[in-house]
């Protein structure tokens, strides 16, 4: 070890002239491994960690070969769609403003983010650390449940079953129950979206981006979870909870079960859509709020209302009145034993309330492959 920094010493001298040639520090430290020295990797070589029993396919080299495509720029930083030349495809979330200054630091964190591990929860595959770049990889799913819903566009309105829509709904509050007991049961996601929940290749439904908020200063947080998801309290607590995190769920169950527009919407649009819910009698609930098309596509009779009351309970806005999200998965577990009143027809609407491709066209193959098979 000493003699690495002693090689680190000299690269590092104040003269130019003192400094060593690129061939001359690769022969010190050639010299040092061949005399059996420390195991030390090649510090030329960018070096990919995997998360341990994930299969190393690829390497970093591998990765800076591949294809990559922009698939946006969230609070994080950069995210890519890469294929590798092996076929597989990958996501590489290229990291900014990270608060974990040092390897020792980042490496804990992902090794804690590691320890989370849950059929529900994304899998971070391998990761990067270095001076320039921190680097996370993630397997590539094929559609965000957002994308489900509103199409890459987010103009469109997608209608699930309700075997579906319960399937995705129970799988997101298991993992995200998951990570609330973390870290001593304090652990926060802190971004709970749409957009942040995806359908794996073995079709399980799991959140993406866990842990990723503790690598970060909260002021760099102040803009999540995206207006729309965010609990009213963020506003003046400035920092997220597990109450915020089950209103920013509670949102997702409103998307979920077609609630119009709420992507679109801000956070005080959401809060003031909630009163107006609350204003209305209960039994008017789910035709005034879901919709009538849509009610009689889930067919669900008072499943629905209850499903609308469980996502309202989640959106209270005094965070004490939310229920913990061990809760919601007791409640939603219950619900799922509910069966819808009759077998929902495809006959019944072929087309929602706007024209709008629905389950029967469009993204058909995505959800006749995927979504019927979801598994729990
Ligand atoms: N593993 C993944 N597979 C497929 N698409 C992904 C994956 N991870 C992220 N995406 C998609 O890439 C886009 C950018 O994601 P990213 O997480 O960087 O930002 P975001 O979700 O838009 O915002 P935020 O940073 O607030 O979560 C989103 O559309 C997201 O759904």
Redesign the pocket.
């Given at each position: 070890m000493v003699e690495m920094l002693q090689i680190e010493i000299k690269c590092m001298a104040k003269s130019i002239k003192k400094r060593p040639l690129m061939s001359e520090v690769v022969n010190m430290l050639e010299d040092i491994i061949r005399r059996g020295g420390p195991a030390i990797r090649n510090p030329f070589r960018k070096e990919l960690e995997f998360a341990p029993f994930a299969n190393r396919t690829f390497d970093f080299e591998d990765m800076s070969r591949a294809t990559a495509e922009v698939?946006?720029?969230?609070?994080?930083?950069?995210?890519y769609?890469s294929i590798l030349l092996n076929g597989k495809v990958i996501?590489v979330?290229r990291l900014r403003g990270v608060t974990a200054g040092n390897m020792q630091e980042f490496r804990q964190h992902m090794a804690f983010i590691w320890r989370i591990w849950h059929r529900n929860v994304?899998l971070l595959r391998a990761y990067h650390f270095s001076r320039d770049d921190k680097i996370l990889v993630?397997?590539?799913?094929?559609?965000?449940i957002?994308?489900l819903l509103h199409g890459t566009t987010g103009t469109h309105r997608m209608l699930l079953n309700w075997e579906t829509l319960l399937k995705i709904a129970m799988g997101a509050a298991r993992g995200i129950a998951h990570i609330h007991e973390q870290d001593g049961g304090k652990l926060v996601h802190g971004?709970i979206?749409s957009?942040?929940i995806?359908v794996n290749e073995k079709k399980y439904v799991t959140v993406?981006?866990v842990g990723l908020a503790k690598l970060f200063d909260p002021s760099t947080l102040l803009s999540?979870?995206?207006p729309g998801y965010r609990a009213p309290e963020i506003g003046k607590t400035r920092k997220v909870s597990q109450a915020s995190d089950v209103y920013s769920f509670g949102v997702v169950l409103l998307e979920l079960l077609g609630v119009p527009s709420l992507h679109t919407t801000g956070a005080g649009a959401i809060i003031s859509l909630v009163e107006w819910i609350k204003s209305l009698p209960r039994d008017e609930w789910t035709t005034e709020v879901v919709g009538v098309e849509h009610l009689r596509y889930l067919n669900a009779g008072e499943a629905s209302v209850q499903l609308l009351q469980i996502a309202m309970d989640c959106v209270a806005v005094a965070p004490k009145r939310r229920p913990r999200m061990a809760i919601v998965v007791k409640m939603l577990e219950e619900m799922s034993c509910i069966k819808p009143s009759n077998e929902s027809s495809s006959e019944d609407i072929s087309e929602d309330t706007r024209g709008q491709p629905s389950i029967e066209s469009g993204l058909e193959d995505i959800l006749d492959g995927l979504l019927p098979r979801l598994t729990l």
């Open positions: 698939l946006g720029r969230g609070t994080f930083g950069y995210c769609r996501v979330k994304a993630y397997d590539y799913y094929q559609d965000s957002f994308a971004n979206k957009s942040n995806f993406s981006d999540t979870p995206t």
